[in-house]
């Protein structure tokens, strides 16, 4: 019996953005990605370890060099959009979120099971960590563009902020590629 269970939901890549190192986590825009082991080369959240930030410190103070499970932030076009009617805008900039990946078809999409794979046409592989919990950061970068708007994204975002996401398996990833979704093949836990 397999570990991983194929589902039948494929994910399209509309966006694909770059975070550069630094303070900001504005993304440009950019038609692919390039993810190695470590992430994307030269980007905020790329290397195979990190620093333990301020989520991490009832585990860890902080600073303490852990795994790098976040070094991919994918998002639900679907979910961004329900998040930008509730902050009372038309449309929502992937750019504000710092998004590595913005998916389009995969329902619940901030929900699924962590441990996950998104695999692409050349058999990059991603592995979903976990929901990517909202936070001030994106308001601020919403804040600077759209005043009056910024501080309506966190509680907006709640439930609908995406994953963030590792690379299992190197390759390539473009825009219109498809994600093929597949799920740790156990029952939830029931303790």
């Known amino acids: 019996m397999p570990v991983m269970r194929e589902t039948e939901f494929m994910g399209e890549v509309v966006w694909l953005g770059h975070v550069s190192a ?3 986590i504005r993304a440009d825009s950019v038609p692919a990605l390039s993810l190695g082991f470590a992430g994307v080369a030269g980007e905020r959240h790329a290397g195979e370890n990190r620093a333990s930030c301020v989520r991490m410190t009832n585990l860890y103070p902080k600073g303490t060099e852990i795994r790098n499970v976040r070094q991919l932030s994918v998002l639900s076009e679907e979910e961004m959009q329900a998040t ?7 449309t929502l900039d992937a750019s504000y979120l710092g998004v590595s990946i913005l998916l389009r078809g995969i329902p619940d999409f901030t929900h699924i099971p962590p441990s996950s794979r998104l695999q692409g046409p050349d058999g990059v592989t991603i592995t979903v960590d976990m929901e990517n919990r909202p936070c001030v950061i994106p308001g601020r970068e919403v804040e600077a563009d ?5 501080a309506a994204f966190k509680p907006a975002a709640k439930g609908r902020r995406g994953v963030t996401a590792w690379v299992e398996r190197p390759g390539a990833l473009h825009l ?10 156990q029952r939830a836990w029931a303790p």
Request: hydrophobic fraction near 30%; avoid cysteine.
């Open 22 to 24: 630094g303070q900001s």
């Open 84 to 90: 930008a009617t509730e902050m009372g805008l038309e």
């Open 146 to 150: 759209l005043p009056g708007h910024g």
């Open 176 to 185: 219109g590629d498809q994600l093929k979704l597949f799920v740790p093949d």
